[in-house]
């Protein structure tokens, strides 16, 4: 039925000029977008091979002179920008990683075990959604303040640690995994935990993986916080430090080559690994917006 | 993205579960053996500071010494405070400039590459998504240096100077650019996830009924997704009452704040802290709690309807 349905649709559509005109105009507006996404992009790239004396002259064209004299001053500026762009991948990996256990766990349990209090307290956890993280900043502050852990790596992991999106997005995957699986396993003598770790965790790694990449990018994106409790340039993640970054003489004037720079040593990792995956990236990004 | 969720899925499955659950009942403390780590961290350091933050609001602390008690007086203070609206105003300015062009554009292109008429669907696809990967900072600084008044580029290009940036009143639209450019390739996939569910032969029995592409976009595919566009507004409006990064990168000068003109409201909530007013602070945070519990509320009795429909 429908196989003949579609046959009759496309003799209806034969090659007409209105269908040529369409088409033409719908790759122009696609193509142009298109453009205007990767745009900023391309000149960040390009900009990074000015020096910074350069982009005083010549912000918008090539570079007069090819030069990596920017990626060079990447290593003097303050002590090293290199030291934030390696904080920034130790806050951003260590939150990720032990975001997405702690996240399996509960999310294990929250699957595949029966207790007393389970479903009250899952609908407590996603009723904590509508808080949104910034009216608690002046309680953390108090908080780690108190423990004299303003200006550390950790007051920027801890933080980020437990996120109740993980938690529902996992355990929404573990629920479709059989039970005989883990039956089988458990007949074979595994503890419980042994359970989770040799089957549970193998057999989720799509999902996890997939919120292993929001959880990454949240937190490499992450702004409000560091930029309040890391203000010593040796804590602070590379997206703190690139806004402040000026001419030592002048004060006040960006050193546009130097940011570029940075910013495109602080974009390129993440859009090789997006190129690579980019259908895991976007259906993640969809699966956790739109999950019902 | 995150007020969504519902639990309907939960009954899935339980039934099949049955039989492990028999097996597993007898190590009872397991299930919480395995729960409290997440547990553990989230109310010390999520849930616990929530609540403290709300017993702050009605507190003058700053930081060190005593306490003093001075009831809704943070709060009736920041309501009286003339800053705390001009910011509430321009949060709720972002919101409606941008998600509402943003929404229709996304929604546009998302139509485009579902049609027929396109092929390279995977070329384009993560073209226009790949804005969403790029952090915010970059893309505002990246911006920044687009709009610059005497060493920008569109300026530049042009040989005009115009105070893009220094002007507020171009400033605030600039931010709205950046907001529209970062966020469309977000909403633009979610909603090619929509359409590509749409059952397909609901558009061919369309087509076979001789109706043109303009008629089945205002009469099968707008009224089926009617319900992700309102929802897609919403849920943006949320998530940009949190604003923060994009308007101080962009128009604050080496890392300061933006002033106050194109602020948006958590700027209040670091100002307060960094000048240790932390009942200031907290009054001011759930008092952006209140205004966003209200959209939540405006968004589920919008989804009421819409299920009664």
């Excluded at chain 2, 610059?148 to 400033?171: C, F, H, K, S, V």
């Excluded at chain 2, 966020?183 to 569910?197: P, Q």
Aim: glycine share 6%.
């Amino acid at each position: 039925m429908t196989a003949s349905i579609r046959k009759l649709s496309e003799s209806n559509s034969k090659p007409r000029w209105s269908n040529i005109v369409s088409k033409v105009l719908t790759y122009l507006v696609l193509i142009g977008v298109g453009i205007l996404s990767i745009y900023p992009m391309i000149i960040m790239v390009i900009n990074s091979f000015k020096s910074d004396q350069e982009m005083y002259v010549n912000p918008a064209g090539l570079p007069i002179r090819w030069t990596l004299e920017s990626y060079g001053k990447i290593f003097q500026y303050h002590n090293g920008l290199w030291i934030n762009l390696i904080n920034a991948i130790i806050i951003s990996l260590i939150s990720t990683v032990v975001a997405v256990f702690l996240c399996a766990m509960a999310a294990y349990a929250f699957a595949k075990y029966r207790f007393w209090g389970r479903n009250a307290l899952f609908a407590l956890l996603l009723a904590t959604f509508m808080i949104p993280p910034e009216i608690i900043i002046p309680g953390q502050y108090i908080l780690f303040a108190r423990l004299h852990w303003i200006n550390t790596l950790q007051i920027q992991i801890l933080p980020t640690i437990t996120p109740v999106l993980g938690l529902f997005f996992i355990r929404q995957y573990m629920i479709g995994i059989p039970n005989e699986i883990l039956e089988a396993a458990r007949v074979d003598g595994a503890g419980h935990f042994e359970t989770f770790i040799k089957i549970m965790l193998p057999v989720s790694s799509p999902v996890l993986g997939a919120y292993a990449i929001l959880q990454f990018l949240s937190v490499w994106n992450a702004y409000t916080w560091p930029v309040l409790v890391a203000t010593k340039a040796a804590v602070q993640p590379i997206m703190v430090v690139l806004p402040q970054m000026v001419d030592p003489i002048v004060g006040f004037l960006p050193v546009w080559g130097t940011i570029m720079a940075g910013a495109t040593l602080a974009t390129l990792p993440i859009l090789i690994v997006f190129i690579v995956f980019q259908d895991k990236f976007m259906s993640s990004v969809v699966v956790g917006a739109v999950k019902e | 993205m995150t007020v969504t969720i519902s639990m309907s899925a939960d009954k899935t499955g339980i039934k099949s579960q049955n039989k492990l659950r028999k097996k597993m009942r007898g190590d009872s403390l397991v299930p919480y053996l395995f729960i409290s780590p997440f547990l553990i961290f989230f109310l010390g350091l999520f849930l616990g500071p929530a609540f403290y933050s709300l017993y702050l609001s009605f507190f003058r602390y700053a930081g060190y010494g005593a306490s003093t008690w001075v009831g809704l007086g943070n709060y009736l203070a920041v309501l009286e405070y003339p800053v705390f609206w001009t910011e509430i105003w321009n949060t709720v300015f972002y919101w409606f400039a941008h998600a509402v062009p943003m929404m229709v554009v996304a929604f546009g292109l998302a139509v485009l590459v579902n049609s027929k008429l396109v092929r390279f669907k995977n070329i384009f696809k993560p073209l226009i998504f790949m804005p969403q990967i790029i952090a915010t900072v970059v893309a505002a600084l990246v911006f920044q240096n687009f709009f610059g008044t005497q060493y920008g580029i569109l300026n530049r290009i042009l040989g005009t100077e115009i105070p893009w940036l220094t002007d507020m009143n171009l400033a605030r639209w600039v931010i709205v650019a950046l907001l529209i450019w970062r966020g469309l390739g977000y909403w633009f996939v979610i909603f090619l996830a929509g359409l590509t569910s749409i059952n397909p032969e609901v558009m061919e029995a369309a087509t076979i009924d001789g109706v043109s592409v303009w008629q089945r976009l205002a009469y099968v595919t707008i009224p089926l997704m009617r319900s992700s566009l309102l929802f897609a507004f919403v849920v943006d409006g949320i998530v940009t009452m949190r604003l923060f990064a994009e308007p101080n990168v962009l128009v604050g000068k080496a890392g300061a704040l933006a002033s106050v003109e194109v602020a948006p409201v958590v700027n209040l909530v670091i100002e307060n802290i960094r000048s240790a007013r932390f009942g200031m602070a907290a009054a001011t945070g759930w008092s952006l709690f209140i205004l966003i519990a209200a959209i939540s509320w405006f968004q589920f009795r919008l989804f009421q309807q819409e299920e009664d429909k």
